[in-house]
C-alpha cells in the first residue's frame, strides 16, 4: 500500500516536474516583488519552484543556465477579471460565452468554459501576463470566477484555483445614459422610483435567494431523510461558510456602498471590483473591513461631466494612501495584454512605482489566496517568471523569455506570426 | 338639360362653401388695442368684418350692422401664434412612406443615396386634422395661428400656417408650404447616418443633390429631345419645394454651427430651440438667421435620482435660457416663440412671464407671439397685426396678456368668435389632489 503510494507520488512528480523544469538564472536584475530589487544575482529554479536566489549558488552539474546579463527577472503579472477564452470576437455571437441565462448560476464554473487555443491567450502571455481570473458575468450571481495559467492543453492544465471566488453582480440605479454609447439603452428606467422599485425588486429576490441558502445549509447538516441535493444552493455552502470569497462588482459610490452593507448584513467575505468612484466615507469602511478590490483601467473618462479630468486616474493612489489592498484588472480578453500599462498609468499620479508593480503580482496573489505560489519571486513559490529586457510596466519593453512552473512558454503570437510571415515575403 | 341644373346647383354650393357662411360683424369697444405693429391704443374699437379687420382706432365707430361687444376693461391682441408645432397633427406623424411601411421597419440606408429617413415631400396641412383635440387645447390656451410641421424623420416635411378653427383642414390653411422641418437624430449604429457627424454630411449632400436636380431638371425642360430624362426623386422635390429651413440648436455652439452649415446652402434659415442663444445673439444678429425660441424652458427632471449631480452646463442651461429672448431682441435678432408643448394656458403664461422677468420687453413678448412669427414665414402683410384689411385673428384677455391672474375671454379665428373651455386648476393643485 505504501509502495503504491510513493509509485503514485513519484508518477505526479513525473508528469508535473521533468529536468527541463530545473535550470539556473543568471545575473539577472531581481525584482522579486516582497522584497527591494537585487542586482546581479542568480535564481535556481528546480522542478518548477524557486529553489534558491543569491549571488553565488551551487548546483548540480549539468543544470541548464539561462543569462540574464543586462535583463530583468519578473513575477509573472496577473490579471485579476478577464474573459479570457471565453470572448475571442465580440461581434462573433458564437465566440462569446461570457454569460449563461438567468440570475442565479452559482453552480457554474467560469474555467470550464474557457477556450485553451483562445488567440489571446498567447498575445496576453507575450506581454508578461502568466495568470488571470476567469469571471463570468450575467444574471445577478454569474458564477464562479477562477484562476488560471494563460498556457495549457486543456482548462484543467491550466486551473490554479478554480473556485477563487463567486462572483456577484450588484444592482444598481442607473438612470444614466449608457456611458460607452452616450444614449439612453433600451433598458433605462424613465425615472428614478422606477429605477429604484426595480432594484428593490432585484435586491429582495437576492435576499431570498441567501434565505434560500441558508436553508438548505441547515437541512443538509441535519441530514433528514428527505434531503435532496441542489445543485445552485450545494454551490452557495462555501460562500455561507466563508471558505470563498464573494467578488462584488460595483461601480459606482452608490452601488459600492449599498454592496458593503449588503456585505454585512449577510455576513460575507467579500472583494470589490470594478469600481470607479469612491468618498472618504467608503474609504474608511473599505479599510476598516479589510475589503480588497479589483480596479478597472485607470486611463478613462471622469464618468460626471463636471468632475476633474484625473477622477478616474488618482483612484489607485488614493486606495494606496488608505492602506486598501488593491489589484488591478482590464475586465477584458483583447485588453489583458494591456494590464502593465494601466498600472504605469496611475505611477504619474501619485502610485509609486513598486506598488504599482504588486497590484499586478503579490497583490493580486494575496487577494485571490495564492500567495503562497504565485505573485513574487521567493523561494518554494512556483517558478512564474518573467525575463524582460527592462521595467515591466513599460511599454517598450519586450519579454524574453515566460516560464510557468519552470515550464518555458512559447512567446510566439498571432503578430508575431502575422509579422514573420510578411517580413519574409519575396520583394 | 336636368344633369346641367344638378351640376349648376352643386358648383353653386361648392362655390358657397369655398367662401364660407356669411360672418357677422363684429365691433369690440373701448378696449386696449396691442395692435403689434404699433402703439398701443387705449379705447378703441376694432370692427371685424367678412373675416379680416376692417377698421382700428380710438375714432373708429361701430357700424350699425355690427354685433357690438362692449369691452372697457379687455385687451385686445393680435391673435397668438405658434411658431413652430404640431396642433392639429397626428400624434405620431407617419413617415408616409410606402403600403406596409408602418410594419415593416426600413431597410438600412447604405448611404444619402437612399435618401434615409427622409419625408421632405409630406406637407402638414395635407395631414391637419380640424377635429383633433389639440386645435381646441391650442384655443385654449389663446392661439389663434399655428405653424405646423411634420417632425419625424431628418427631412421630416413642409409646414403650413394653420387657423386653430375650421370645419375642413382646407379653409384652416393660410400659406403654405412654409419650410423644410429637420431634425438631426442618427438613426443608431446599422444604418446610415449612423452618428452627428453622418446626419450633417447627409443633410449637405441632399442639399447639393436639390440643387443639381434642378438644374437637371431644368436642361431637359429647355431641351427634352435627346436628352436622357433625370429620374424624379420626391426627396428632392420636397426640398425643392421648401422655401426655407428649420434647423435644430438649443446649445450656442449648436447655434453657430447650424448657422455655418445653412450658410452653404444660400436658403432663408431659421433656427429652432435657442436656450443658449444669450452667448451667440451678436452673432446671430449678423448672420441674418431668423430664431424660434421654445417656451418651454428647460426643467430639472420629474423624478430625478436624488444623488446625483447635475452638471453645471445643464444647471447655467436651465437659470439663463428665459433670458435668452431679451438678449435676442436687444441684438436684434428676428425671433419668434413656439410653445414646444407647453399646453396649458397658465403654464404658457408662466413661461412668457419668464422670459419677461429675465428682460424682455412685454410689447417685444407681444410681438415674439404675433408679428414676429408672420414676418419670419414671409405672411406679415396679411396676418400677425391688427391692422386694417388683415385676417381677423384676435386674442381677447381681461388684462394684460402674460399676467398670472389674466384669463383668455375668447378669440377671434378669421372672424368668428370661439370661447375658451373653463381652465383646468394649476398643475400642483391637481397632483396634490391626486
Known sequence: MKRHLVTFLAFCLAITAGPQDTFLIRDVTLHPVSGPDIPLTSVFVEDGIVADVGPKLAVPKGTKVVDGKGLHLYPGMIDSATTLGMAEIGAVRETTDVAELGDFNPQLRALVAVNPSSEHLPVARANGITSAIALPSGGIIAGQAGLMHLDGWTWEDMDIKRSAAMHLRFPTISLQADESMGRRGADTPASFSEGKRRYDETLQKLRIFFEDARRYQKAKAAGGAGFTVDRKLEAMLPVLEGKQPVMVTAGRKRAIADALDFAKRENLKIILAGCREFTPELLKEIKARGVPVILPETLALPLDEDDPYDALFTIPSQLHREGILFAFATFDSSAVRNLPYQAAAAVPFGLEREDALKAVTLNAAKIWGVEDRVGSVDKGKWADLVLADGDLLETKTQIKQMWMRGRSVDLSTRHTKLADKYASRPD | ?434
Open chain 2, 1 to 434: 338639360m336636368r344633369i346641367s341644373m344638378i351640376a349648376a346647383t352643386l358648383a353653386a354650393a361648392a362655390l358657397c362653401s369655398a367662401a364660407g357662411p356669411a360672418l357677422p360683424v363684429i365691433a369690440i369697444r373701448n378696449a386696449t388695442v396691442h395692435t403689434a405693429s404699433g402703439p398701443v391704443l387705449e379705447k378703441s374699437t376694432v370692427v371685424v368684418r367678412n373675416g379680416l379687420i376692417e377698421a382700428v382706432g380710438p375714432s373708429v365707430t361701430a357700424p350699425a350692422d355690427a354685433w357690438v361687444l362692449e369691452a372697457p376693461s379687455l385687451h385686445v391682441y393680435p391673435g397668438l401664434t405658434d411658431a413652430m408645432s404640431s396642433w392639429g397633427l397626428p400624434a405620431a406623424t407617419p413617415p408616409a412612406a410606402g403600403p406596409g411601411a408602418a410594419t415593416a421597419p426600413p431597410p438600412p440606408a447604405r448611404g444619402p443615396e437612399d435618401r434615409p429617413s427622409n419625408s421632405s415631400w409630406v406637407r402638414a396641412q395635407d395631414l391637419v386634422n380640424p377635429s383633433d383635440r389639440t386645435v381646441t387645447a391650442a384655443r385654449n390656451a389663446g392661439f389663434t395661428t399655428a405653424a405646423v410641421f411634420p417632425t419625424a424623420g431628418i427631412f421630416a416635411g413642409q409646414g403650413a400656417l394653420v387657423n386653430l378653427a375650421g370645419e375642413k383642414a382646407g379653409q384652416m390653411t393660410v400659406a403654405t408650404p412654409l419650410g423644410q422641418y429637420l431634425s438631426l437624430s442618427p438613426r443608431g449604429f446599422t444604418s446610415f447616418p449612423g452618428s452627428l457627424m453622418g446626419v450633417v454630411a447627409y443633410v449637405r449632400q441632399v442639399y447639393l443633390d436639390a440643387d443639381a436636380y434642378r438644374a437637371e431638371k431644368a436642361a431637359y425642360a429647355a431641351n427634352p429631345r435627346g436628352a436622357r430624362r433625370p429620374a424624379y426623386d420626391r426627396a428632392l422635390e420636397g426640398v425643392l419645394e421648401s422655401p426655407r429651413l428649420l434647423l435644430p440648436a438649443v446649445w450656442a455652439k449648436e447655434l453657430v454651427r447650424m448657422t455655418e452649415l445653412a450658410a452653404e446652402f444660400k436658403r432663408p434659415t431659421i433656427l429652432y430651440g435657442a436656450h443658449d442663444a444669450a452667448r451667440v445673439a451678436p452673432y446671430l444678429a449678423k448672420s441674418g438667421a431668423a430664431v424660434l425660441v421654445s417656451l418651454k424652458w428647460p426643467e430639472r427632471a420629474r423624478d430625478p435620482d436624488p444623488e446625483a449631480d447635475e452638471a453645471l452646463r445643464i444647471l447655467e442651461l436651465r437659470e439663463n435660457a428665459p433670458a435668452a429672448p431679451a438678449a435676442l431682441a436687444k441684438a436684434g435678432v428676428k425671433f419668434a416663440f413656439y410653445a414646444g408643448g407647453v399646453e396649458r394656458p397658465a403654464d404658457l403664461r408662466a413661461a412668457v412671464k419668464k422670459a419677461i422677468d429675465a428682460g424682455l420687453d412685454r410689447e417685444a413678448a407681444v410681438r415674439a407671439l404675433t408679428l414676429s412669427a408672420a414676418e419670419i414665414y414671409g405672411v406679415a402683410d396679411h396676418t400677425g397685426s391688427i391692422e386694417p384689411g388683415k385676417i381677423a385673428n384676435l386674442t381677447i384677455t381681461d388684462g394684460a396678456l402674460f399676467q398670472t391672474s389674466t384669463k383668455i375671454k375668447f378669440v377671434l379665428i378669421d372672424g368668428v368668435k370661439y370661447e375658451p373651455a373653463p381652465e383646468a386648476p394649476a398643475r400642483q393643485q391637481q397632483e396634490e389632489k391626486r
